[in-house]
């Protein structure tokens, strides 16, 4: 009769470390699985779950290929975020550079005559509204960053910046599908209201 255990020849994920609401960060160090940066890491993770479900129905060539490639660098921003200032593993650094590169990507698509540069609705598009979805996935990431920061505790400014960047470029890269399919998402010519025209990811 099984007892529901694997053999112990065979290495399971579940583990039952985490039973009592506790779990290891980089290094070995445990914490509550409610602490601050548990949230900060752990919203990261969702982020990258919610850009790989964008990509997997994204059918553009190039937008699969920059969200993999973003999906692939957020790994590397949780790892950062899940090592802690006393872990006995260094913290993986995020350089500069990372920030720059999708700053290249928001100036690219800004760039293209007739990209939208209103407030936008969205719904018209399944695969940009699933970008927009990860849009504010990444804001959450970035707030619950903020509070690690806040709380006291050490985070590489690089991170903040990358987050930050990222939603805008994720906003940008729904408005290049939408444009491309020839949707206009934009919410002032739906309600007929004059006003200024923004091009931000909120």
């Not at 200032?85 to 720059?100: A, C």
Request: charged share 25%; glycine share 8%; hydrophobic share 40%.
């Amino acid at each position: 009769m099984s007892t529901g255990h694997p053999p112990k020849t065979v290495r399971s994920i579940a583990t039952t470390r985490g039973d009592q609401g506790q779990t290891g960060l980089a290094g070995g160090v445990r914490v509550s699985k409610g602490a601050v940066r548990v949230e900060a890491y752990g919203t990261v993770d969702e982020l990258n779950a919610s850009i790989g479900f964008a990509r997997a129905i994204c059918e553009d060539r190039a937008t699969s290929d920059l969200a993999r490639s973003i999906q692939q660098e957020l790994f590397t921003v949780a790892s950062a975020l899940a090592t802690a200032p006393d872990s006995p593993k260094p913290q993986v650094p995020i350089e500069t550079d990372l920030v720059d590169r999708l700053t290249t990507e928001v100036h690219r698509i800004e760039a293209i005559e007739g990209m939208l540069s209103d407030w936008s609705l969205s719904g018209d598009l399944a695969v940009a509204a699933a970008f927009n979805v990860a849009r504010t996935v990444c804001r959450r990431a970035e707030r619950a960053v903020v509070r690690l920061a806040e709380s006291g505790d050490s985070v590489q400014p690089a991170i903040l910046a990358y987050l930050n960047r990222l939603s805008d470029l994720l906003w940008l890269m729904a408005r290049q599908l939408e444009h491309d399919a020839g949707i206009d998402s934009s919410l002032r010519a739906r309600t007929g209201k004059d006003g200024n025209r923004w091009s931000r990811a909120w």
